[in-house]
C-alpha cells in the first residue's frame, strides 16, 4: 500500500516542534533533540558527514529495529513461559511487521515531521515504519532501555500486542499433537449456538478424556475452539 503524495517535501523541525511530539507521542520531556532530529531525517534529506556516512535516520533504525526486538522477546518470554521457542519467534515477528509499525507511525503523525525531499516521488509506508525504530533508537539513547520498554509496550498493547500473539499461536494443534503424543482424546463440543443481530455466537467446551478442560466463546466455531484449547494449554503446560 501507497499513500498518495506526490511532491512531498518537508523542511526542518524546530526544537519546539520536536520537543512538542516526543512529548505527544511516547508521553516523556527531553531537552536533547538532535538524536529525535536526526531521527525523522530521511536519507534524502540527508547529508554527508564522512565518507560512507551521512546524517541520515538509518543508524538509529537500525538501533531501534534490536531494541524494539529485544523488548517484545522479552516481553513474550515472560507472559508466555509455556510457549516454545519456535512459536515466540512467530508471535514476535507478527508483532513487529512492517505493516504494524507502519500504522503507529501514521497513528502518532510520524509522517508529519518526517524531513525528506523525494521530489515526485510518493512516499512509501515504510518510510514511517522505519522512521518509528529510528525514534525507538533515539528514545533509547536519550532515556535508557526501561523508559523505552514502557513506551513501547504502550503503544503495541494500544494497537493490539496481546491479541496479535494469540492470533498467531494455534493452540488447538498444540493440544491435538500433545493427545497423539499422550494417547489422549480430544472433543470440542458446541453446548450453546446462538445469532444475535444476524451474527452468530458459539460456547464450545473442551473435553479431554471426557472431561472438561477449557471453555470459550466466538463469533465462529474457530474462534471459541482455540480459546478453549488456550485456556486447556494455560491449565495443562503451566509451571
Do not use: C
Not at 158 to 165: R, S
Not at 183 to 189: A, I, M, V, W
Not at 217 to 226: F, N, R, Y
Amino acid at each position: 500500500m501507497r499513500w498518495k503524495l506526490p511532491f512531498f517535501r518537508s523542511s526542518k523541525k524546530s526544537n519546539h516542534q520536536i520537543k512538542a511530539f516526543v512529548k505527544d507521542a511516547f508521553g516523556v520531556s527531553t531537552r536533547e533533540t538532535s538524536m529525535y532530529e536526526q531521527a525523522l531525517r530521511h536519507s534524502s534529506a540527508a547529508q554527508k558527514i564522512k565518507p560512507g556516512l551521512k546524517n541520515s535516520n538509518e543508524r538509529l533504525e537500525f538501533l531501534g529495529d534490536a531494541i524494539l526486538d529485544s523488548i517484545v522477546a522479552h516481553y513474550l518470554y515472560n507472559k508466555y513461559p509455556t510457549i516454545a521457542e519456535g512459536e515466540l519467534t512467530k508471535m514476535k515477528s507478527k508483532v513487529v511487521r512492517r505493516e504494524n509499525l507502519n500504522m503507529i507511525g501514521y497513528t502518532l503523525h510520524v509522517d508529519e515531521m518526517l524531513v525528506l525531499n523525494l521530489g515526485r516521488q510518493e512516499m512509501h509506508d515504510s518510510l514511517v515504519g522505519n522512521a518509528l525504530e529510528a525514534l525507538i533508537g533515539a528514545l533509547y539513547l536519550d532515556k535508557g532501555y526501561d523508559t523505552t520498554r514502557d513506551v513501547v509496550l504502550k503503544l503495541l498493547k494500544q494497537h493490539g500486542l496481546d491479541t496479535k500473539v494469540h492470533d498467531d499461536v494455534d493452540y488447538k494443534s498444540k493440544l491435538h499433537e500433545w493427545g497423539q503424543k499422550y494417547k489422549r482424546s480430544l472433543e470440542f463440543k458446541v453446548v450453546s449456538h446462538r445469532n444475535e443481530g444476524g451474527a452468530s455466537h458459539y460456547e464450545i467446551i473442551l473435553l479431554i478424556d471426557e472431561k472438561e478442560y477449557g471453555r470459550g466463546e466466538g463469533g465462529s466455531k474457530k474462534i471459541a475452539e482455540q480459546k478453549a484449547a488456550k485456556q486447556a494449554v494455560d491449565s495443562l503446560f503451566k509451571s
